[in-house]
């Protein structure tokens, strides 16, 4: 399993949302680039970032700073937030970013993900960002009456080879990842699952591996110190090693 330590952008900060409620916004490091430089340092085989005020505002706010911080990175960087037609995928996988992240996008647009994934296969993900089983969109600000299930196996039949899956009542709080609703879905698509939202510790990580998901995003249990970094890539690796 690929653990993905996050670095989410609001103004220009890297910060850490509770819920996804943009006033508990804090910030979790000195800068970004500090971020990804300990990330890598700590063995990072992959980085998840966010636009946080794209995906408010619908549209690339932060793209300067997150394509400078894709071409410092040694290692593929996958990107969500405000990413809502063929040309902003086409600017960032052409800028460094190795897999872009459809999420509001994918709910309204279904005919873009199948665009998207026609040219560009498994360089676009989606993220399904669900509160109480239905899924949110526009920075999780405004509710659908689609149930993530219901989405996931509609984003199968396009295609879609990698699905992010966010419980949004646990994101940032460190309760523990939705495990019930993890397996649920992993019965219900047979495509690379990667879990987010609420992961605290290595006990966490652990019952993520057990149930076979692609990979697992995490922020932050590893800005307060509850997950070391390290120890949960050098973990989920030798997971790995062992189920080949």
Known sequence: MIILPAIDILGGAC??????????????????????????????????????DGAKEGKTVNHELLCALAAESPVPVQLGGGIRDMETVEFYLENGISRVILGSAALLNPNLVRDAVRHYKDRI???????????????????SETDYIEFARIMEDCGVSNIIFTDIERDGTQSGANCIQLAALSEAVSIDITASGGINDINDIKKLVSMGLYGA?????????????????EYAGKADNTLS
């Open 125 to 143: 993900a989606v993220g399904i960002d669900a509160y109480d089983g239905k899924v949110r969109i526009s920075g999780w600000l405004e509710r």
């Open 15 to 52: 910060v850490r949302l509770v819920r996804g409620e943009y006033g508990s916004a804090g910030k979790v490091a000195s800068d970004p680039y500090t971020a990804l430089r300990s990330f890598i340092a700590d063995g990072a085989q992959y980085i998840h970032m966010v636009d946080l």
């Open 217 to 233: 995003i995490t922020g932050k249990a590893i800005y307060s110190g509850s997950l070391s970094l390290r120890e949960a890539v």
